[in-house]
C-alpha cells in the first residue's frame, strides 16, 4: 500500500492515518481547450462552441501501453477534483476521495484514473458561467444546451489528445452513470467495461417534475434577471430552494427518521410561531445555503435540462436496439434500495436490456436506507463490489 | 334513490344523469361566530382570539334523536363545500360530492352531512386573511398559529350550538384523517365511528421537509412582504412553486408515468431551448396558476405547520396510550399502496396501536397507483367500503 502527499510525514503521529491510508496526495486540475474559432464544435442540437475548455485532473500512472485508464463521470454538482488534495491544508479531499487511491476500490497503484469536469460545469470547462469570447461577457442563458452526448463527446477529445485509445472501465454514479452509458454507446470499439451506479437510461417524469419546480424557484428569483446576474448579486434565494429540494430527493423517507425523525427545540415555541424549525429543516436551509456559496444557478438549470433530455434509447428505437451497439465485456450495474430518484426498476431496465443482448452483466441492488446518497455513502459496499469486477476483467 | 335539487327537471335527458344521481342540489354555506371579545376563544398554544367564525355545510336531515350525524373533515386546502353545487349553473360541485348524497357511500338519505371549514383556512372560517377587528386589517402573520386540536374544538362549539352530542361516524382524508382521529381523543364520549383514510398520526420528516421547501419559496417571493400583501399583488410566484411541489407528493411515479411518461412536443426544440417544456411540467405549472387564484398564501403557511406540529400522541407518552382514551364502536382504516406522503405504514401504525387497546379496527389498503391524491380518486374502492362500514355499525 501507497501512503503519498504531503501528509506523509505527519501521518502515523495523525488521527487521520486509516482515512489517509492510500491517498493520492495533492493534485492539481489541468485543463485542455480546443475548437478555437473559427474550428466551432457542433453540438448535438446542431449549434457550435468554441472555444471549449474542459477540465481534468488525473491520479496515478498511465502505462507504456496506455491500456490501464479508468474514467470517473461526476453527477450533477461534482467537478474534476475526485480524489486527493488541491492544497495540504484543504478541509476536504475530492468527491470520491473515499474510492480512488492506493488500494482503494479504483487502485491508483494499478490504474490512471482521469476525471473530468463536464462540458457546461462551473468548476473550470466551458460553461453558462464562462466568459464567451465574441462578447467578452459570460454566456449566461445564451450558452447552448448541451447533451450529455456533447459531454462524452469532449472527454473523447480530451482522450484524443492525451493519446488513448482503449478505456479499461468507464464508472459513474447518478448523471455519472449517463455519460458512462453514452460513451460505451457512441465510442463502442473504446470502452472495455462499465460500472453503472444508481443512473437510469432516462429520468422519470417525477424527476422532470422536481427539477421543474427547482427552476421555476430559480427563474422566480428577481435576482435571477434572465440569467444575467454576473457581477450582480446572484440568485441565492432560488438556487437555495431548488437544492433544498434537491436534497430531499437524495436521501429517503427512513434516513430522514433516522438522522432528524422529528426533532426540533421546544415544542411550546414550535406552537407559536411560525418560523421556529423542526431539525430537519435547519438541515436543509443549511445545505441550500452552502450550495449558493458553489454553484452556479444558470449552469444548474442548464445541467438539470441535460439530464431530462438524456435517453440512451434515442435514435435507437429502444434500449434494448441500443444496446447492441455495445461491445464491453463487462459491465457492473448497481442500484440502492430507498433510492427513488433513480430507482432500482431503472437499473433493472438497463440489466434487462443488455442480458437481451447477450452481454456480461453484474447486478447487484444494495440494501441502503440513504436513497440516491448511497452512491456517495456506501463506500465500503461498493468498495468491495468493484474490486471484484475490476479484478474479474 | 332521490334525486333532488335543481337539475331534477332535466336529469333524464341530459348526459350528466348519472353524476347526477343521488346528487344533494343546491347547498348554500353557513356560519356560526363564537366568542365574541371579550369572550375570547383560547388556543392550544395559550393565545387567545375572537370572535371566530366557522363556516359549514349541511346535506340530509337531522333525525329527531340528533344521532343520524356524520362528519366530514377536509383536507389542506379543501372547504366546507363537500357536496352538491352552490348554484345550478357551477361547473363543478362540492369536493367530495361522489361520496355524498342519496345511495352513495355517505348516504343522505340516511345520515345529515356536517362539513366545516377548518379554523385557519381562507374558506370562510376565520384565519389569516380574515379581518383583525382590532386593527381592520387582515390577521396576516399576526395570526395565531392554531394546532388540529383547535380545528376540532372549533368544531365542537358548531356541534353545541347545533345540539349535537353523538357523531355517528367522523370520516376525513389525509389532514382531515388527522382532525377526525383528534375528535376521538378529545372528545371519545361524542364518537362512535371512526373513517379514516390515507392519514398518519403525525406527519413523517420527509414531509415535514417538502413543506419547508413550500414554505420557503412563499417567503422568498418578494410579493410576500412579511404577510402584508393583501390589497396589493399575492406572492403568487412563491406560492405556485409550493403548490407544484404539492402536486408531486400527491401523485405517484407510476401515475406520472402513465398520465404523462416523458411527453413533449418536439424533440428538437427540447434539446435547443431551456424554457421548453415536458408535457409534465406545463401540467404542474397550470396546477400551480389555478392554485393562486383560489387560496392564499398565508393559509397555506399556516396550515402546513398545523399539519407538521400535529401528533396524536402529544401529551400521552405513546400512541397507544393515547388511544386507551378512545371509546369508538369501530373504526375503520384504509392507506393507499403508491402513497408516498401518508405511506402505508403510518396507517399501520394507527391500526397496531389501536388494536393494542382491543378497538375494534377494519384495515384496509388498497392497491392505486394515484399516491395520496387516491383518497379522493378511488372513490368507487372507498364507496364500497364505506357502505360496508357503516351498515355495520
Same mark, same amino acid.
Given at each position: 500500500?501507497?501512503?503519498?502527499?504531503?501528509?506523509?510525514?505527519?501521518?502515523?503521529?495523525?488521527?487521520?492515518?486509516?482515512?489517509?491510508?492510500?491517498?493520492?496526495?495533492?493534485?492539481?486540475?489541468?485543463?485542455?481547450?480546443?475548437?478555437?474559432?473559427?474550428?466551432?464544435?457542433?453540438?448535438?442540437?446542431?449549434?457550435?462552441?468554441?472555444?471549449?475548455?474542459?477540465?481534468?485532473?488525473?491520479?496515478?500512472?498511465?502505462?507504456?501501453?496506455?491500456?490501464?485508464?479508468?474514467?470517473?463521470?461526476?453527477?450533477?454538482?461534482?467537478?474534476?477534483?475526485?480524489?486527493?488534495?488541491?492544497?495540504?491544508?484543504?478541509?476536504?479531499?475530492?468527491?470520491?476521495?473515499?474510492?480512488?487511491?492506493?488500494?482503494?476500490?479504483?487502485?491508483?497503484?494499478?490504474?490512471?484514473?482521469?476525471?473530468?469536469?463536464?462540458?457546461?460545469?462551473?468548476?473550470?470547462?466551458?460553461?453558462?458561467?464562462?466568459?464567451?469570447?465574441?462578447?467578452?461577457?459570460?454566456?449566461?442563458?445564451?450558452?447552448?444546451?448541451?447533451?450529455?452526448?456533447?459531454?462524452?463527446?469532449?472527454?473523447?477529445?480530451?482522450?484524443?489528445?492525451?493519446?488513448?485509445?482503449?478505456?479499461?472501465?468507464?464508472?459513474?454514479?447518478?448523471?455519472?452513470?449517463?455519460?458512462?452509458?453514452?460513451?460505451?454507446?457512441?465510442?463502442?470499439?473504446?470502452?472495455?467495461?462499465?460500472?453503472?451506479? #444508481?443512473?437510469?437510461?432516462?429520468?422519470?417524469? %417525477? /424527476?422532470?417534475? &422536481?427539477?421543474?419546480?427547482? @427552476?421555476?424557484?430559480?427563474? $422566480?428569483?428577481?435576482?435571477?434577471?434572465?440569467?444575467?446576474?454576473?457581477?450582480?448579486?446572484?440568485?441565492?434565494?432560488?438556487?437555495?430552494?431548488?437544492?433544498?429540494?434537491?436534497?430531499?430527493?437524495?436521501?429517503?423517507?427512513?434516513?430522514?427518521?433516522?438522522?432528524?425523525?422529528?426533532?426540533?427545540?421546544?415544542?411550546?415555541?414550535?406552537?407559536?410561531?411560525?418560523?421556529?424549525?423542526?431539525?430537519?429543516?435547519?438541515?436543509?436551509?443549511?445545505?441550500?445555503?452552502?450550495?449558493?456559496?458553489?454553484?452556479?444557478?444558470?449552469?444548474?438549470?442548464?445541467?438539470?435540462?441535460?439530464?431530462?433530455?438524456?435517453?440512451?434509447?434515442?435514435?435507437?428505437?429502444?434500449?434494448?436496439?441500443?444496446?447492441?451497439?455495445?461491445?464491453?465485456?463487462?459491465?457492473?450495474?448497481?442500484?440502492?434500495? #430507498?433510492?427513488?430518484?433513480?430507482?432500482?426498476? %431503472? /437499473?433493472?431496465? &438497463?440489466?434487462?436490456?443488455? @442480458?437481451?443482448?447477450?452481454? $456480461?452483466?453484474?447486478?447487484?441492488?444494495?440494501?441502503?436506507?440513504?436513497?440516491?446518497?448511497?452512491?456517495?455513502?456506501?463506500?465500503?459496499?461498493?468498495?468491495?463490489?468493484?474490486?471484484?469486477?475490476?479484478?474479474?476483467?
Amino acid at each position: 500500500m501507497r501512503i503519498c502527499g504531503v501528509s506523509e510525514k505527519k501521518l502515523d503521529e495523525s488521527p487521520v492515518f486509516e482515512a489517509e491510508m492510500g491517498s493520492v496526495g495533492i493534485v492539481e486540475t489541468k485543463s485542455y481547450t480546443f475548437a478555437k474559432p473559427p474550428e466551432l464544435f457542433e453540438l448535438d442540437n446542431g449549434e457550435k462552441l468554441g472555444p471549449v475548455t474542459v477540465a481534468y485532473e488525473t491520479c496515478g500512472e498511465l502505462n507504456e501501453a496506455k491500456d490501464n485508464v479508468i474514467l470517473i463521470e461526476h453527477a450533477l454538482t461534482g467537478s474534476a477534483h475526485v480524489a486527493g488534495r488541491h492544497k495540504p491544508d484543504d478541509k476536504h479531499p475530492g468527491w470520491w476521495d473515499i474510492m480512488v487511491g492506493a488500494g482503494r476500490a479504483f487502485d491508483t497503484d494499478r490504474y490512471y484514473v482521469i476525471c473530468t469536469n463536464l462540458l457546461g460545469s462551473c468548476y473550470g470547462s466551458t460553461g453558462p458561467k464562462s466568459v464567451n469570447p465574441e462578447t467578452g461577457k459570460p454566456y449566461g442563458l445564451s450558452f447552448p444546451l448541451v447533451s450529455i452526448r456533447d459531454m462524452v463527446r469532449v472527454q473523447k477529445e480530451l482522450l484524443d489528445f492525451l493519446g488513448i485509445r482503449r478505456i479499461h472501465s468507464i464508472a459513474g454514479g447518478s448523471m455519472g452513470g449517463m455519460q458512462a452509458l453514452e460513451w460505451a454507446l457512441i465510442y463502442p470499439e473504446m470502452v472495455e467495461s462499465l460500472i453503472l451506479i #444508481a443512473t437510469a437510461p432516462q429520468v422519470t417524469p %417525477q /424527476s422532470i417534475a &422536481i427539477h421543474k419546480v427547482g @427552476v421555476q424557484a430559480i427563474m $422566480d428569483d428577481p435576482d435571477w434577471n434572465d440569467g444575467n446576474y454576473y457581477g450582480r448579486g446572484v440568485p441565492g434565494k432560488g438556487l437555495a430552494v431548488a437544492r433544498m429540494l434537491g436534497h430531499i430527493t437524495y436521501l429517503s423517507d427512513g434516513i430522514l427518521w433516522e438522522k432528524f425523525g422529528r426533532k426540533h427545540k421546544n415544542l411550546a415555541t414550535m406552537k407559536q410561531d411560525l418560523r421556529s424549525q423542526f431539525e430537519v429543516e435547519s438541515y436543509l436551509e443549511y445545505q441550500g445555503k452552502k450550495f449558493v456559496d458553489r454553484f452556479d444557478a444558470n449552469t444548474y438549470l442548464f445541467l438539470m435540462r441535460s439530464i431530462d433530455i438524456y435517453d440512451a434509447a434515442e435514435g435507437f428505437g429502444s434500449l434494448v436496439e441500443s444496446f447492441g451497439r455495445l461491445e464491453c465485456r463487462k459491465v457492473f450495474v448497481s442500484s440502492f434500495t #430507498a433510492d427513488w430518484l433513480y430507482p432500482s426498476y %431503472q /437499473s433493472k431496465q &438497463i440489466v434487462n436490456a443488455m @442480458v437481451a443482448k447477450d452481454l $456480461d452483466v453484474i447486478y447487484c441492488e444494495i440494501e441502503s436506507a440513504y436513497g440516491h446518497d448511497s452512491f456517495l455513502i456506501e463506500h465500503e459496499k461498493l468498495t468491495y463490489f468493484i474490486k471484484n469486477f475490476l479484478n474479474s476483467l
